[in-house]
């Protein structure tokens, strides 16, 4: 307890520094993003950390959908107007012999409201040196730029770097920032740049893989071209690490069919979700989104004609 209470102490004096920096009001989700969940999966304990929040335009998230029926959707899950501000949540994995990151976060200079990962794992007792490997979803600022530190170099200095192939393969391509639509060539340049420096640590993997002992990689392409999920099994227990496969709670699992414009191929991503959506409410498997509530750790469940997330955090 008293740890957390350093926790949320520390984020709303930082919180409170950014609203006055840019001199916005500190969103009241983000206070909510600063408490962690954990379960153990086996002998492999998980938690979340927060990394602080994104704010994400409205008319970007949205862009094509009928304002009035994502309002709706948006409404029933108590978000009013204003831009969307999810959280974004950093999975960490402990075992006897390793210490895992799945993602970074975002680093100090993707959003103001973001970059706190850090602090997150001081306050779970880790330094960044004791990270044994960093998993990475995909490439997009808010997963990839914190692997580096201020001074741009690797923050997790004795990690390995692990990444699926065709997520190296397409943000590497010094061509990528010129085919890649306008609106997401900084993306590009900002990854090939941060992945140059990390380069000589990092290995590919593939589809199906298991990456390490008991995480199996998933492709789930379409948000990036080489999105990837984690199935973790240990002892008859498993959970999905899903990235930003299923990006948010409200309009992705309500009608998990509709394009979301931060997903680069709206189509192939809608199809991902769908298949991942039907598979872990079918398997009532517990999933981790990187953008869901309350620590982000919870099950899907059927509703309606879509689906609902139910976060450990309610339980
Ligand atoms: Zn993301």
């Known amino acids: 307890m008293g740890k957390d209470m350093t926790v949320n102490r520390r984020d709303v004096?930082?919180?409170?520094?950014?609203?006055?920096?840019?001199?916005?009001?500190?969103?009241?989700?983000?206070?909510?993003?600063?408490?962690?969940?954990?379960?153990?999966?086996?002998d492999m304990q998980v938690q979340t950390l927060s990394d602080g929040h994104l704010v994400l335009p409205r008319a970007m998230l949205f862009a094509g959908l009928e304002p009035a029926a994502v309002d709706?959707?948006?409404?029933a899950k108590g978000i009013g107007a204003g831009p969307i501000e999810p959280p974004i949540n950093?999975?960490?994995l402990r075992?006897?012999?390793?210490?895992?990151?799945?993602?970074?976060?975002?680093?100090p200079s993707f959003?103001?409201?973001a970059g706190r990962l850090?602090?997150?794992?001081?306050?779970?007792?880790?330094?960044?040196?004791?990270v044994t490997h960093v998993v990475f979803t995909h490439c997009h600022p808010d997963h990839l730029w914190g692997v580096l530190d201020d001074f741009d170099d690797p923050l997790f200095s004795n990690a390995e770097y692990l990444m699926g192939r065709v997520e190296w393969d397409y943000w590497f391509d010094p061509n990528t920032a010129s085919t890649i639509s306008e609106e997401r060539a900084s993306m590009a340049v900002g990854a090939r740049r941060r992945m140059q420096i990390v380069a000589e640590r990092s290995t590919r993997f593939e589809d199906g893989q298991?990456?390490?002992?008991?995480?199996?990689?998933?492709?789930?392409?379409?948000?990036?071209?080489?999105?990837?999920?984690?199935?973790?099994?240990?002892?008859?227990?498993?959970?999905?690490?899903?990235?930003?496969?299923?990006?948010?709670?409200?309009?992705?699992?309500?009608?998990?069919?509709?394009?979301?414009?931060?997903?680069?191929d709206t189509e192939q991503a809608a199809k991902s979700r769908l298949r991942l959506l039907d598979m872990l409410a079918h398997d009532q498997m517990r999933l981790i989104g990187a953008h869901?509530?309350?620590?982000?750790?919870?099950?899907?469940?059927?509703?309606?004609s879509g689906f609902q997330f139910i976060p450990d955090a309610v339980n």
């Open 13 to 42: 004096m930082t919180g409170l520094a950014t609203g006055l920096a840019t001199g916005l009001l500190l969103p009241a989700q983000g206070w909510a993003t600063a408490g962690a969940a954990d379960l153990t999966i086996g």
């Open 72 to 75: 709706q959707i948006l409404q």
């Open 90 to 92: 950093v999975t960490l």
């Open 95 to 107: 075992d006897a012999n390793r210490v895992v990151l799945f993602d970074t976060g975002a680093g």
């Open 111 to 113: 959003q103001a409201s």
């Open 118 to 130: 850090l602090a997150a794992l001081e306050t779970a007792g880790l330094s960044p040196e004791e």
């Open 210 to 264: 298991e990456i390490l002992p008991g995480i199996e990689a998933q492709a789930s392409y379409g948000h990036t071209p080489g999105h990837m999920c984690f199935a973790l099994r240990s002892s008859g227990e498993s959970l999905l690490i899903g990235g930003d496969a299923i990006g948010n709670h409200h309009v992705s699992f309500a009608e998990p069919g509709w394009p979301i414009g931060t997903d680069q």
């Open 292 to 304: 869901l509530p309350q620590g982000g750790i919870g099950r899907v469940e059927l509703l309606g």
